[in-house]
């Protein structure tokens, strides 16, 4: 197969290819982004592998980066944007379950895209658009399915992460595993105890961001890899709702995550269930709110205070939640309006301090505090105008 057009982010990186070639060796376009070309997706990142070795990368080009030279991976600033350039390698050992033990330089292409996890990320792109496929890999994108190179096994237990790579990889493509490849997925699915929580935590993110996550989540529950998973082992009935949900997409993190917690009726509280996975503090504030609007929202009892107290942020992720776990229609547009009228979105926009206050009579102390807090809910629920005059005249009166 033979490519006539590059995609801009192809065409920007050709002369490094091109330079490449000119010194005597092998340059080409791999893995992901000649994927999501062919597929018709934004690419994200160009890779370039090279039966150069780093040494002779560097004698090709005149600004390089070592990013991961022990790796073969050089990075090159040539041309105005950086692009990494990895030689040719060989990969064994495997101790760790993910990062190989000894890394081999070699020469060969089909040696290098041996070593690569999935058939469709094991394609190659000349700078002249052929496109080279030793591992039928064209044939499983046109039929839409994963399926490990050579024997699922091995791939797996060089690396267990490729698992959940598996799982997110259908959830983001909408494509199937094989069931081969699935038959290893649950067969190595402890493996994935190994890895650390963090790069576990990545992949299962993104598999809740894909465009068809009833896909991935349906693979992750049958081949097991649910259970080696934080506080998962027990959830298989929470996580088959959350297949089972409709296909709207979720676009970040805070809101996948609150709605895995709204359907896991038997984790920790939330805070502790996102530690466990190592979620950023930020997150962990964003569902917990959300849990505490979400009831709120869905019986529609939800009042100014509430709104005013989960925020913007909050009320939007929370609004996401509720229209997926809902049969009903969630009145969006009223919630949003409902908030955007509020007088004060937040405390320091009250017309009112505790400076003014103690200008007036008032005391340093609990006391003054208690007030403004009373003023500041007098405000948000509309018994009051933010007006500093009527503030103080309510406050002098109590």
């Known amino acids: 197969m033979k490519v006539t057009t590059f995609a801009p982010e192809f065409e920007a990186a050709l002369p490094i290819l091109k330079q490449i070639e000119a010194a005597g060796f092998e340059a080409y376009f791999v893995g992901g982004s000649v994927r999501d070309y062919l597929l018709g997706l934004p690419i994200h990142d160009v890779d370039i592998a090279t039966s150069a070795y780093p040494a002779e990368v560097k004698q090709i080009f005149k600004r390089t980066v070592d990013t991961g030279i022990q790796h073969g991976t050089v990075m090159i600033l040539d041309h105005g944007t950086g692009y990494e350039v990895t030689t040719f390698r060989t990969e064994s050992g495997y101790q760790d379950f993910r990062r190989p033990d000894s890394v081999t330089f070699v020469r060969s292409l089909a040696e290098d895209l041996q070593r690569r996890d999935f058939t469709i990320n094991a394609l190659a792109m000349r700078a002249d658009g052929e496109i080279i496929d030793l591992f039928d890999g064209l044939t499983d994108l046109k039929a839409q399915q994963i399926r490990a190179v050579g024997k699922a096994d091995e791939r797996f237990h060089e690396d267990a992460l490729r698992m959940m790579r598996a799982v997110r990889f259908e959830s983001q493509l909408g494509f199937a595993v094989t069931p081969e490849t699935q038959t ?184 003054l505090g208690k007030m403004l807090a009373q003023l500041e809910k007098a405000v948000v629920l509309d018994q009051l105008p933010n007006d500093q005059a009527q503030l103080l005249q309510s406050a002098a009166q109590n």
């Open 184 to 367: 290893a997925i649950a067969k190595h699915a402890e493996l994935l105890t190994k890895i650390a929580v963090e790069r576990i935590h990545v992949e299962f993110v993104k598999l809740l961001q894909g465009t068809q996550r009833q896909n991935g989540l349906r693979t992750f529950l049958k081949t097991g890899l649910y259970q080696y998973c934080p506080a998962f082992a027990t959830e298989a009935a929470g996580l088959a709702k959350l297949a089972a949900l409709p296909a709207q997409q979720i676009h970040d993190e805070d809101t996948a995550w609150l709605l895995v917690n709204a359907l896991l009726s038997k984790t920790p509280a939330a805070g502790k269930l996102l530690k466990r996975w190592k979620s950023a503090n930020d997150v962990i504030d964003a569902v917990k709110a959300g849990l505490g609007l979400l009831p709120a929202i869905l019986d529609q009892s939800a009042d100014q205070w509430a709104l005013y107290q989960a925020g913007q942020h909050v009320l939007d992720i929370t609004l996401v939640v509720a229209q997926l776990m809902t049969s009903e229609s969630v009145a969006v547009d009223q919630w949003q309006a409902k908030y955007a009228a509020l007088q004060i979105k937040q405390k320091a926009e009250l017309a009112i301090n505790g400076q003014v206050l103690m200008q007036n009579g008032y005391q340093p102390g609990p006391q």
